[in-house]
């Protein structure tokens, strides 16, 4: 498992403890100290990253200054907080020479804002200038330097892992922060860890055994009336994107076998993690993984490289593929959850959350059928979260497969308290909603609790995977890229569903828009490059090409576009 310094402040201590000898001088946060050590992590000449929704990531023999700071960085948001931070080594679901890092904030949610902003000014310091930034950090957070700190760490399963791993704990050792390092982690797993961690046992157990244990004896309750009403036993194709899924599955699998068999492919014996493989390459690709042989109609999934997002499909009997992405997964739970509401008869609010990229139709069909109020924000984990924590229920997922549910302390602790006093109808449905909350991974999107929420699902409705795909048929679209020499002379409002500049490009849109039917299109910077990306679907795919092609061209023509005009055929 690692080292851990125990402490009462930072949760429950480890049997296995030991003293990093580190030195009285460290300690005490001595400035040599810091600059000795941060010297052994020297920072390449001119590289500038910026700290995104996904943390920091590029090649990993570049990161190596980067984990050192952000052990530092993490000391100094624990002494802050007064709470344990969380540490994951991981790219997710890029490519496996690359790598990267993101901090976890107390409550398993992502960083705050005002230290995403920290981040980038400590890992693009100059060398000299190390000790200074993390003092000017301090003085700006208020940072009261004599609270003790603690650090949870975990990594992917990328070859470069362990080593930048080791130095991260560098820059928590040399700051004197104590530590434990959880070693192979899923991020969900590692976000559990600090939420569990910071509410003194309340939400979990801090350890990899009682995540296992508090999801399959959720889901084992859950569907145990499933199973004695004669459904067959049920299986589950799971592409694991050769990554540190694959583990995590296996590992925990005999705690809820029994109401579930899951058959595991690209589960990192063989291929290379994310290549070809994984919930990216089947949503970008609407294409199987490599490695699955799909028979018609089988239910399958795709994790991505850290286990964070999640994507279904299958094959019909024309041999046709059918994705089933995070659109369709909010609409399948937020249903089944608002039946339960309504069955319990208890006036809690529910809210889902999405972002412009979702299709039309499944915000039609929350909204008219189901009569689930819907709510869009901006492009990002952070941005959805957020939103739905407005809620009792707040149900959350980007159509890339990444999402959870969110439950406030009043209703789970009103729904819990109905589990023990209704009867009968009432009170089942009560007991399957205090199931579901403990099945759902409240700290972060997490592709083994949601899959297992999913599959509690289909088995108590009796769905099949083509049943729950034709609740709707999603809008044919188009996403398109469009360079330019900078990405700023766009701004949005609206979510990002409505362009503010440059002059004339939304009423060029609106006038687009209007040729097409069940139609909509909207324009947004990229977080990274010079790029702005084109989103744009119509009643049809020929009419969806065109419209996107269109806008792609009104955008290159009064936003600055560089290179070659985009053409038809992208």
């Keep these: 498992m690692g080292d851990e310094w125990g402490h009462s402040d930072f949760g429950p201590e480890s049997a296995l403890e030991r003293t990093v000898q580190v030195g009285q001088d460290l300690l005490d946060m001595d400035p040599e100290a810091v600059r000795k050590y941060s010297a052994l992590h020297a ?7 910026q700290y995104g929704t996904a943390g920091f990531r590029t090649k990993a023999e570049r990161l190596d200054h980067v984990m050192f700071r952000m052990g530092l960085l993490a000391v100094l948001r624990s002494k802050q907080t007064k709470s344990t931070i969380g540490v994951m080594v991981t790219a997710s679901h890029n490519p496996e020479e690359d790598n990267g ?25 100059e060398e000299r200038d190390v000790w200074r930034v993390l003092m000017d950090i301090s003085e700006k957070a208020a940072v009261n330097l004599q609270q003790e700190a603690f650090v949870v760490i975990g990594r992917d399963t990328r070859p470069s892992s362990e080593r930048l791993s080791q130095s991260v704990i560098d820059g928590v050792t040399v700051l004197g922060g104590q530590f434990h390092d959880y070693g192979l982690l899923t991020t969900p797993q590692l976000h ?23 999801l399959s004896t959720a889901f084992v309750e859950l569907t145990k009336q499933a199973f004695c009403g004669g459904n067959e036993y049920r299986s589950l194709k799971v592409d694991c994107a050769n990554g540190v899924g694959a583990l995590k599955l296996r590992e925990m699998e005999p705690y809820f076998s029994q109401g579930l068999s899951v058959q595991l492919f690209n589960d990192g014996t063989k291929g290379k993690l994310n290549h070809l493989c994984g919930a990216d390459f089947v949503k970008s690709h609407q294409r199987p993984p490599q490695g699955m042989e799909m028979k018609s109609s089988e239910r399958c999934c795709s994790f991505d490289g850290d286990a964070d997002r999640i994507v279904y499909y299958y094959s019909d009997t024309d041999g046709h593929f059918h994705l089933i992405d995070g659109d369709k997964i909010a609409t399948l739970i937020s249903s089944f959850l608002k039946e339960l509401l309504v069955e319990i008869g208890e006036s809690l609010n529910i809210g889902v959350v999405q972002t412009a990229y979702a299709n039309g139709s499944s915000t039609r069909y929350l909204e008219e059928v189901m009569k689930v109020p819907v709510y869009c924000t901006k492009t990002g984990v952070k941005h959805l979260h957020h939103k739905a924590q407005e809620f009792d229920v707040g149900v959350y997922f980007e159509a890339n497969g990444h999402g959870t549910v969110l439950f406030s302390k009043a209703a789970e602790m009103k729904i819990k308290q109905l589990a023990k006093e209704l009867e009968d109808k009432k009170r089942k449905a009560a007991q399957m909603l205090a199931n579901v909350i403990d099945l759902f991974n409240q700290a972060a999107g997490d592709a083994i609790s949601d899959m297992l929420v999913i599959e509690a699902i289909l088995a108590l409705k009796g769905l099949t995977v ?45 006038d687009l828009v209007k040729k097409y039917k069940l139609s909509r299109a909207f324009v947004r910077p990229s977080g990274t490059e010079d790029v702005v990306r084109v989103y744009a679907e119509a009643d049809s795919q020929e009419s969806a090409d065109s419209l996107a092609h269109e806008v792609s061209l009104a955008v290159f023509q009064l936003a600055g576009g560089v290179g070659e005009r985009p053409h038809p055929g992208f």
Excluded: F
């Design 43 to 49: 920072k390449p000449d001119g590289l500038v990253l």
């Design 192 to 214: 559990y860890m600090v939420y569990c961690r910071n509410s003194s046992g309340r939400y979990g157990e801090a350890t990899v055994d009682g995540y296992y244990q508090k």
């Design 466 to 510: 083509q049943e729950w795909d034709a609740l709707y048929t999603d809008l044919p679209n188009r996403q398109l890229k469009v360079k330019v020499a900078d990405r700023q002379v766009i701004s949005t409002t609206d979510a990002e569903r409505q362009a503010v500049t440059p002059p004339g490009l939304q009423e060029a849109i609106n």
């Design 101 to 125: 890092v993101k901090l976890v904030d107390p409550l398993g949610e992502m960083l705050a804002p005002s230290w995403e902003e920290h981040a980038t000014c400590l890992a693009n310091a």
